[in-house]
């Protein structure tokens, strides 16, 4: 060995050197050999390998935080790292989801913890989804990242510093792992391993001698899971693989990657592994989580003691030296004439050393020299027996011979022996000439090109080395060749194969040729050619997972038998990019290089890039035969253009059995913007063919907006026998993906490829024999076409070529998924025996083509085709007497012929035109003998059937009024016809559910027609109104102030007296001044639930036409125009009303579907709605469940809609029909009148009736149901309900009940009344009211539990009920529950709905043996699932007694509202997020109740004090000089503390009452009670609050805040949990106490969100309720519009209109200079920050800009402004303003409002402003708006107006001396002014104080200041305690007597009274409790602590650590020791 100078630079090991190589031994023995000795000549080293435990055992457990998948060890610290997997909302694994699912972290949080489980810290890195991470021992980490799939080096830790990534490794990389040399990285359900370094993170491959890459190892066998789970885990030790999945672990040999036989099983579920160095430790997801420990190795490999010298890649120190030789020679007795003979042996033994250090031979025998003799088969080195072992390596040298030869007549490997026959040598390995017997070779050969491989006929190759057999050279012998498992023979082009009988060889070998008798590949072996395939071999014989790969494949076989798994492939290994008979075209576009695909089959994918249509041209084009594919594929377009296919020709004389696969597809594109490679060609001549494989010639994908290749051609020619029934795909391959560079275009797909198979199944008796040139020709007795492009493209084509002279004929032809197909020659005739498919194939007629389909030489008289048609107007199809038309994409311009039935079915479409005709055959269908031929554009067929989701298209038949004759005319279920109006006749007729029947628009136009709108002059803007029919037109609600003829000045127009408006063409009001408007809303006080009501008269087209027999077309809406100087300029028009549709039946008219006739929309500004149409049906009968529909047209602005129509339906026997029949009117600014519906049926007998579900019995029965209800009030609010009262009546159904436009509903009938809607339908504004003892069934039937959408409110009074289904969406706007609400288990409160729940009110759920499964008592309810989503509230109110829910799950989503009175809440999870709230503010007791709470408030001489509750409520105290109060009480007394710090379960209490008592000035209520109990998790991201409510009035004091008391798992979020006191009123009316906040995690408590438990403010600025006129000041410059304030600065800010200069103005208004605001311009409003920079909005249009700047004033003069963000709005922004989350943005003319976000700028959400001021006054909005404690002010002409933050008006508005052209906000004042007087600001105080702080004036905080407030309530007090902390918690400690105490939880107490210094004190308490430990006491804000004392009792309290601003006061008094 050597010393240290041999050493590397920088050792990771001071190991020992290299050892020295093995010397040689010789043993020549000539009498006996009896040696039993040892022989060693091994290389000299360290070999001290690591052993593995042949039964690994359990030997350690710990626990770690839950949460973690994957996971590793970092070595050096002996730390296991857990990485934090992000949860994602969709799914939890990427590989299980679309890629769309992935989370969107930037980052990973890694957890460190010690071998016994203890958190020791943590860390993060900036990578998302982090699995596994490891890490060396020279501090470097290493992390797997799940989403990206690659692999990362970091550190030296605790550095994060990113060292490399590596390539992506595709997929998903689930786990990694390392030993001294490489990194180990495993995809997500895979079993193959990357071998990356760790030094540059490249991958590492091996190259054979032949400099051919290596396959990656694969763990193959043992576990048959690898695809079963997402997440796996390994660790490579002393060269083996440990491979973690599941519930096991198996052990793999790392050189090979095959199972060794080991394996053990571990925990349930395994989610994650690290290897210490000698345990496997496996986790299972959980919280906590477990570890459990393995150990797998007798020593630790890692550990400073036992460094390992380990084998292959886990050697640490000096390389092992190369082997000697152990050479032993025996003379051997012999008889006869052979006499004595010679055996003799070699050893070598390599000891594993990699690379191996062979031995050459360089000597021949000594004793065959000198006796000139030859040694077997002539060799130069011969011997007997060889073994060689432990890569040991063996060379030849030329030292006797140029082409030197070895022989050895037994040969014996481990399979680690590489045998290189390199040129000119020749090796004979157990090769005796005429030898039968098998020899299996555990050697890996590498013949050389000129070398030479002897070996007897039957051999197994079965060398352990990845590639077992490399052939380049020549192999003698070895006929019978067998590769074993999961080896890979490389075959070179010049390989080539010599058959031997007795030593001679009898063939001539061709370089690339093979002729074996038979080829075994066994399981997972690979057959591998660098190029072409050229072999004839008697049985080829394929075992699972092996391969055959070549450049092309030429393969003849007497017999292939190919297992599953197997395959075959010449994938993209045909023509180059831009090479080949359809090489795909490239362009240039835009600046871009553009490839398409490539063709074959068909077209290759193209897109014209300027109409983004498929384009054929730009494709490559199709070529070659569909019969005999012997063509390549083609390549790609653009510089990296996918190659194509190949071509592989196969030839069986016996049978070929295909369970495998056969691959010849086109290479997808390597750059971007490149087409796909076509699909090559496969041709198969077989006599017998079987099995349930794949022949697979698809397309290449193109990438970017490169197209698709296309699909190539399949030929297959059987025979004999085919019962093949694998399958076959020659898809088009996909367009590129949209990507951001390529401005997200995609590419075309391309068309699919051809396959044609033949067999002759039926027999020679059924093959016609012909004679062609004197040679007798059997054609195929059966052949078929097959054309599938798996809906990938529909529009490019797949072409046959013409290859039989014009006339194509086929057995079958099977198209699918949408491909289309051409034939090639125009004139072609074509003739199809049979079709197939699944009707979105079409074949194109084209050109003068006569397709015959199963007519000619048909044994049928049916044509049941699945596929399209497009017939040109000069080509002709030919059917049999009945069609089933099945094609989706049917296109008739031609003739039909021969058809009597005409039906069609599955989805089917077709479409009729003004050239089509029909037509009957008379005689032979070739001759074309016509009769019964039609004009063109008429239709008739005897019979006509559309089935289900078919659509027949007869609106393209212009041509005079159509007649459809058809004896039978049915459409099914999904069925469309449209058409003009017209007639129908029919003996009978059916119109299935959801079926539908249009004729829609084609009644009068524009302003014609009886009830014709008119255009009226509005605003100098040209309006239409909607056309009248059955009702009014939708014209505008005036309302006039004076008649021309009125006086006084109130005089007032009743909008509904006034009847007799004119309606000329141009209407202009004289009457007086008049607003036009829409209706208002009336405030109903029911919940806050309103009802509307009309405002105005409308004007709209006139009503016309009979009820009973409508047969006059719909009236054409107004033209309007818009905003127009001239009339005749107007390009506006008025919607067309709906045509006309008599139809006769002379039996049965069954109607499930739809019949429309409804009038047109309005096109162009401010156009009128049509008015709906006439249907009248004459029928006997008339049955169905479907909808009939006359409805009006509507405006597309702020014109009218039209009316609805007229239907009648004159019924001679019986009505059966239970659909809908609606004549809605039209929207517009106007809608129009609800039309009319008649019904009359003469009998309505059982025999007719429907099978109905009966709600009163749970049963089905027979019950004739007359069901026909419409209420709409199309556009006018209703104040009352309509009424149905039939006398007599128990039970009501409708099949459809539909409620718009705030309709009101409600059911008189005396006694038990049970309703059953069947349908709801609405636009959630109306309401259905259940009265007591009334039952409504909505829309549900216990038959069919579904989930449903309820667009209705409901009232459901006390003692009614409700059911309906499990999942139910409510979405009505007014939902009042007062009864029961049943069959309901997941419920939602979605779509902006308000849901009122009251103390009534209950919940239930059917039994499924009848009966009640529960009932809860009345307020209380039971749910598995409550959401209420976004904008949606959810109220439980009036409730007097404590309420229940139970639940699964309860989420408030964004933006949505819940309130409870006092309540439990029972839930597995709980969520509220951010914006939604769980408000039981103020709903405790009230202060008229007779139970006030615990510690109400007092009424003393006219002044309420506070209520009390977590501390003292505000009352008469005393307070000395030093601040601190002197518990003096005083009249009036507040509140005193009460309750529980650890289980809160007491409301708040209700203040005292003021001035006036209860009725004036009540006290406000306390906060109210909520238990939360989750067993999960609880997240809280929004607002959690039971805050006290504010006292009224004056002087009323304000109410306690409320409980919050949670028990929970865990608990997290980022929100506010709210118990703050409520505010006393104006005067002298003192404040409530806070509440308390108690929270119990059972785990974990990572809730990071925000306690609020202060008492109430009553300083606290309050806005005014009438706006005092402050002051009048003057300013220095006129400026024009807009203006601000800064409160950093206290300046307000006017800019100068319309450029960027901004004037500075001190307090009072002193001019102090002007800065430039950069590039801003158009100024309209500024808002200022707390922290000096300001926001600001620059109007424009089309687009406006909100720019957050800085601003820092270096000096008096010189000022900087720069931007920080800048955002595009919309056009015309007016007003901006800001809170401490967003900014706010209003337009002119629109009662919109836009938030962003006001750190990022980002859009956030919209609203609208309603009600207050009328829109039209939105358009005077110039910057004059204004936002603080949660109001907004908005200035429009010369009134204020203001709305919450939410935009609902709260009736408060004022008027001002000037138009608000500008406001500048101070804090207290809004001041105005107007664009002509700017000069003049006029102050308005719109607050009680200044929202500024006064001790800091010019910053924002939330509170006045810390002075004294003699009004103040104390604080409450938040608690928590949980169990997940780190250890310095978990320790013992002292109590207040020096006693040790042992606490597992973390306790903590939060107390905060914001600042406000008050006289009151928070009290800890606990009921009776006397001792108090508590890790940390939070004392903030001026808050003072004290504890209770009972009776004397000392109160210990022992507190770990105070945190807190030193304002926090710990006041023990009394018996209290801290």
């Not at 005319?969 to 059916?990: C, D, P, R």
């Not at 999960?1576 to 004091?1597: E, F, P, V, W, Y």
């Not at 800890?1964 to 890790?1975: A, I, S």
Request: charged fraction near 10%.
């Amino acid at each position: 060995v050597c010393g240290p100078s041999c050493k590397t630079s920088n050792p990771v090991y001071q190991g020992p050197g290299g050892g020295g190589a093995g010397g040689r031994i010789a043993m020549l023995v000539s009498t006996y050999d009896e040696w039993r000795g040892s022989t060693a000549a091994f290389g000299g080293g360290n070999d001290n390998a690591a052993e593995h435990l042949p039964n690994p055992a359990l030997v350690n457990t710990f626990n770690v935080g839950g949460g973690f998948y994957g996971g590793g060890y970092y070595q050096p610290n002996n730390e296991y790292w857990m990485p934090q997997m992000p949860s994602c909302s969709c799914c939890q694994y990427q590989s299980d989801c679309p890629w769309s699912c992935l989370c969107s972290a930037s980052s990973t949080t890694i957890y460190r913890y010690s071998s016994t489980g203890a958190l020791l810290g943590s860390f993060s890195l900036n990578i998302p989804h982090v699995m596994g991470i490891v890490g060396d021992l020279n501090g470097y980490y290493y992390t797997a990242n799940w989403a990206s799939g690659t692999v990362s080096k970091w550190g030296p830790f605790p550095s994060t510093n990113l060292q490399w990534t590596s390539f992506s490794i595709g997929g998903i990389v689930a786990s990694i792992t390392y030993d001294s040399t490489y990194l180990y990285a495993l995809q997500s359900r895979g079993n193959t391993l990357f071998i990356i370094n760790k030094d540059t993170g490249l991958e590492v491959r091996y190259i054979t001698p032949f400099g051919a890459l290596v396959p990656r190892v694969q763990l193959v066998g043992g576990r048959t899971d690898f695809a079963s789970q997402p997440v796996a885990s390994i660790s490579v030790a002393a060269g083996k693989v440990y491979h973690a999945l599941g519930g096991t672990v198996y052990r793999y040999n790392l050189d090979s990657g095959a199972w060794d036989g080991s394996s053990f099983s571990t925990v349930s579920t395994i989610a994650g592994s690290a290897f210490n160095g000698r345990d496997v430790c496996v986790s299972t997801f959980g919280s906590p989580q477990p570890f459990s420990c393995y150990q797998v190795m007798n020593d630790n490999i890692w550990s400073d003691s036992s460094v390992k010298a380990l084998k292959y890649a886990n050697r640490t120190g000096g390389d092992i030296g190369g082997p000697g030789t152990i050479f032993v020679e025996d003379q051997m007795v012999g008889t006869g004439a052979s006499g004595p003979w010679w055996y003799t042996r070699l050893w070598i033994d390599g000891q594993n050393v990699i690379p191996p250090k062979p031995v050459y031979l360089n000597e021949r025998n000594p004793r065959t020299l000198q006796n000139n003799a030859s040694e077997t088969n002539n060799a130069d080195y011969s011997f007997s027996f060889g073994m060689i072992i432990n890569e040991a390596g063996l060379e030849l040298t030329t030292a006797w011979s140029q082409r030197p030869s070895a022989n050895f007549d037994v040969l014996l490997s481990d399979g680690t022996f590489d045998c290189h026959v390199r040129a000119n040598q020749t090796w004979y390995i157990g090769y005796v000439p005429g030898a039968t017997n098998v020899s299996r070779q555990l050697v890996n050969f590498f013949i050389f090109l000129g070398g030479e491989l002897r070996l007897v006929d039957h051999v197994d190759i079965s060398g352990k080395h990845p590639v077992a057999l490399d052939f380049a050279g020549l192999l003698a012998g070895g006929q019978y060749l067998r590769i074993r498992n999961n080896r890979i023979a490389l075959l070179r082009s010049t390989a080539m194969n010599a058959i031997l009988q007795n030593n001679v060889v009898v063939n001539t070998p061709t370089n690339g040729t093979l002729l074996l008798s038979t080829l075994k590949l066994d399981a997972g072996s690979q057959w591998l050619y660098d190029k072409g395939m050229v072999m004839d071999v008697g049985a080829l014989t394929m075992h699972d997972g092996s391969v055959i790969a070549a450049d092309t494949v030429t393969l003849v076989a007497t017999t292939i038998f190919m297992e599953g798994n197997t395959t075959i492939t010449a994938a993209a290994r045909g023509p180059q990019t831009g090479v080949g008979l359809g090489a795909g075209k490239t362009y240039m576009d835009t600046n871009m290089t553009v490839g398409e695909g490539a063709g074959h089959g068909g077209y290759g994918g193209g897109l014209d890039n300027s109409t983004r249509a498929r384009s054929a041209a730009l494709g490559g084009s199709p070529y070659g035969s569909y019969s005999v594919p012997n063509m390549p594929g083609s390549g790609g377009g653009g510089a990296f253009g996918g190659r194509g296919g190949s071509t592989m020709n196969i030839a069986v004389g016996s049978y070929f059995y295909l369970d495998g696969q056969l691959v010849n597809t086109g290479g997808i594109a390597t750059g971007n913007n490149c087409g796909g490679g076509s699909g090559g060609g496969v041709y198969l001549n077989v006599l017998n063919f079987s099995g349930h494989g794949l022949i697979n010639v698809t397309g290449g994908t193109g990438v970017g907006r490169g197209g698709g290749g296309a699909g190539g051609r399949i030929g297959v020619t059987v025979n004999w026998v085919s019962e093949y029934v694998g399958t076959y795909e020659a898809f088009g391959g996909f367009g590129g993906l949209p990507l951001v560079i390529n401005n997200f275009m995609t590419g075309a797909a391309g068309a699919a490829g051809t396959v044609y198979y033949t067999d002759n199944n039926a027999g020679l008796d059924r093959r016609v024999i012909t004679i062609v040139n004197g040679t007798a020709v059997s054609p195929p007795g059966y052949s078929a076409v097959l054309f599938d492009n798996d809906n990938r493209e529909q529009l490019m084509p797949t072409v046959l070529m013409d290859e039989t002279g014009g006339l194509f004929e086929f057995d079958s032809a099977i198209l699918l998924n949408y491909v289309t197909l051409w034939i090639d020659n125009l004139n072609a005739t074509v003739i199809f025996h049979d079709f197939d498919g699944d009707r979105t194939g079409r074949v194109h007629v084209r050109g003068a083509q006569t397709l015959f389909v199963e007519v000619v030489e048909s044994e049928v008289t049916q044509s049941i085709a699945p596929v399209s048609y497009r017939v040109d107007a000069t080509a002709e199809v030919v059917f049999p007497n009945e069609v089933l038309f099945m094609g989706s994409r049917t296109v008739i311009e031609g003739r039909v012929t021969n058809v009597l039935t005409f039906q069609m079915i599955f989805g089917s479409s077709a479409q009729f035109f003004s050239t089509s005709q029909t037509a009957q055959l008379s005689g032979d269908p070739m001759l074309k003998q016509y009769t019964d031929l039609t004009l063109p554009g008429n239709i008739s067929f005897p019979t006509m059937t559309m089935r289900m989701g078919c659509y027949l298209n007869l609106s393209e038949i212009v041509l005079g009024t159509m007649t459809v004759q058809a004896f039978t005319f049915t459409m099914k279920y999904w069925s469309l016809v449209t058409l003009n109006h017209g007639t129908f006749i029919s003996t009978s007729a059916e119109v299935e559910s959801r079926a539908l029947l249009s004729i829609n628009g084609t009644g009068h136009g524009q302003q014609q027609g009886p009830g014709a709108g008119v255009t009226v002059m509005r605003n100098n803007s040209f309006i239409g109104s909607g056309a009248g029919h059955a009702g009014r037109g939708g014209g505008f609600w005036v309302t006039c102030t004076c008649l021309a003829n009125a006086t006084g000045p109130n005089c007032n127009l009743n909008p509904l007296n006034n009847a007799t408006l004119p309606s000329p063409t141009v209407f202009t009001p004289t009457m007086g001044p008049c607003w036009y408007g829409t209706a208002s809303w009336l405030q109903t006080g029911l919940g806050g639930i309103t009802l509307p009501r009309p405002n105005g008269a409308a004007t709209g087209g006139a009503a016309y036409g009979t009820v009973y027999y409508p047969s006059m077309l719909g009236s054409g809406g107004g033209r309007g125009g818009g905003n127009l100087t001239v009339l005749g300029n107007n390009t506006s028009v008025g919607g067309a009303g709906g045509g006309y549709l008599i139809w006769k039946v002379g039996t049965l008219l069954y109607v499930d579907g739809t019949i429309n006739a409804r009038g047109n929309p309005g096109l162009g500004p401010s156009s009128g709605g049509g008015s709906g149409g006439s249907i009248l049906i004459y029928t006997l009968n008339i049955s169905g469940w479907g909808l009939i529909d006359a409805s009006g047209g509507r405006s597309p602005d702020i014109g009218g809609g039209g009316s609805g129509g007229r239907i009648a339906i004159w019924c001679l026997f019986q009505d059966q029909f239970s659909g809908t029949r609606i004549a809605y009117g039209g929207a517009g600014d106007s809608p129009g009148s609800a039309g009319t519906v008649f019904i009359q049926e003469n009998n309505r007998g059982p025999q007719y009736s429907d099978i109905k579900y009966n709600p009163a019995t749970g049963q089905y029965v027979n019950v004739p149901q007359f069901q026909r209800l419409k209420i709409d009030n199309a556009g006018q609010a209703m104040q009352f309900f309509t009424v149905v009262n039939e006398p007599g009546f128990s039970t009501y159904y409708f099949d459809e009940l539909e409620l718009r436009n705030n309709a009101n509903l409600q059911f008189d009938n005396v006694g038990r009344l049970n309703i059953t809607i069947a349908l709801f339908n609405g636009d959630q504004s109306g309401l259905i009211r259940v009265q007591a003892n009334q039952s409504l069934y909505a829309q549900f039937d216990p038959a069919e539990d579904a989930l449903i959408y309820l667009v209705t409110s409901f009232w459901v009074e006390s003692a009614a009920e409700i059911w309906v289904t499990s999942t139910t969406y409510l979405l009505g706007s007014r939902t009042i529950l007062e009864g029961q609400l049943g069959g309901v288990q997941q419920l939602f409160i979605a779509n902006g709905a308000t849901v009122l729940a009251t103390g009534s009110a209950n919940t239930a759920l059917l039994g499924t043996a009848g009966g009640y499964a529960f009932r809860t008592n009345p307020g209380n309810f039971t749910w598995a699932t409550l959401t209420i989503q976004r904008y949606s509230w959810l109220a439980f109110q009036h409730i007097d007694h404590p309420m229940t829910l139970i639940i699964d799950a309860l989420l408030v989503q964004f933006g949505g509202l819940m309130t409870m009175d006092q309540a439990s809440i029972y839930s597995g999870t709980g969520e509220v997020e951010s914006t939604g709230s769980l408000s039981l503010d103020a709903l405790g007791p009230r202060s008229s109740d007779v139970f006030r709470g615990l510690a109400p408030g007092e009424s003393y001489m006219g002044i309420g004090s506070g209520a009390g509750h977590g501390g003292d409520g505000g009352g008469g105290m005393n307070s000395t000089t030093d601040g601190l109060p002197i518990y003096t009480r005083l009249r009036p007394y507040g509140g005193i503390p009460y309750g529980s710090l650890y289980t809160p379960t007491e409301t708040g209490s209700a203040g005292g009452d003021g001035y006036g008592g209860v009725m004036i000035s009540p006290g406000g209520r306390g906060g109210g009670l909520l238990y939360w109990a989750v067993g999960q998790g609880l997240r809280i991201d929004g607002l959690l609050t039971c805050a006290g409510g504010n006292g009224t009035g004056l002087n009323s004091g304000g109410g306690s805040g409320g409980s919050i008391w949670i028990e929970t798992t865990n608990i997290s979020g980022h929100g506010v949990m709210s118990v703050e006191g409520g505010i006393g009123s104006n005067g002298v009316g003192y404040d409530g106490a806070g509440g308390h906040i108690a929270i119990r995690a059972r785990f974990r408590m990572l809730y990071g969100g925000s306690f609020v438990d202060h008492g109430g403010n009553r300083l606290r600025s309050q806005p005014l309720k009438a706006p005092q006129s402050d002051v009048i000041n003057t300013v220095a410059k006129a400026t024009g519009y807009g203006g601000g304030f800064n409160p950093m600065y206290g300046e307000y800010w006017m800019p100068e209109w319309s450029g960027s200069t901004v004037y500075r103005y001190d307090i009072n208004f002193i001019l102090l200079g002007n800065f430039a605001a950069g590039a801003l311009v158009n100024i309209a409003q500024i808002w200022g920050s707390q922290d000096g920079t300001y926001y600001a909005v620059s109007t424009g249009s089309p687009s406006s800009y909100v720019y957050h700047m800085t601003y820092f004033p270096t000096n008096p003069v010189a000022l900087i402004s720069t931007q920080m963000w800048k955002t595009t709005v919309g056009a015309n922004a007016a007003a901006m303003a800001t809170d401490d989350l967003y900014v706010y943005v209003m337009f002119r003319g629109s009662m919109s409002v836009q938030t962003l976000d006001r750190v990022t700028g980002l859009p956030v959400t919209s609203f609208s402003l309603t009600g207050g001021a009328p829109l039209a006054s939105f358009s005077s909005l110039y910057g004059g708006l204004v936002i603080a404690e949660n109001k907004m002010y908005v200035g429009l002409g010369n009134m204020v107006y203001r709305y919450s933050i939410n935009g609902s008006y709260d009736s408060q508005q004022f008027m001002t001396q000037v138009n608000v052209e500008g406001a500048l906000f101070n804090g207290r004042d809004m001041c105005v002014h107007n664009n002509a007087n700017s000069r003049s600001i006029y102050c308005w105080q719109i607050f009680s104080h200044f929202t500024y702080d006064v001790m800091h004036p010019w910053e924002a905080s939330l509170y006045l200041n810390n002075s004294y407030n003699p009004y103040g309530g104390a604080a409450g007090l938040s608690f928590y305690a949980e169990n997940n902390r780190p250890p310095q918690y978990r320790q013992v400690l002292l109590d207040a007597q020096g006693n040790p105490v042992f606490s597992e939880d973390f306790h903590y107490c939060h107390v905060d009274n914001y600042g406000f210094n008050v006289s009151g004190a928070t009290m800890l308490q606990n009921f009776n409790d006397t001792v108090f430990t508590l890790q940390e006491l939070e004392l903030t804000g001026y808050s003072r602590m004290i504890a209770y004392s009972l009776n004397g009792t000392i109160t210990n309290i022992s507190v770990i650590n105070f945190i807190g601003d030193n304002t926090g006061l710990f006041h023990p008094m009394y018996s209290a020791l801290i």
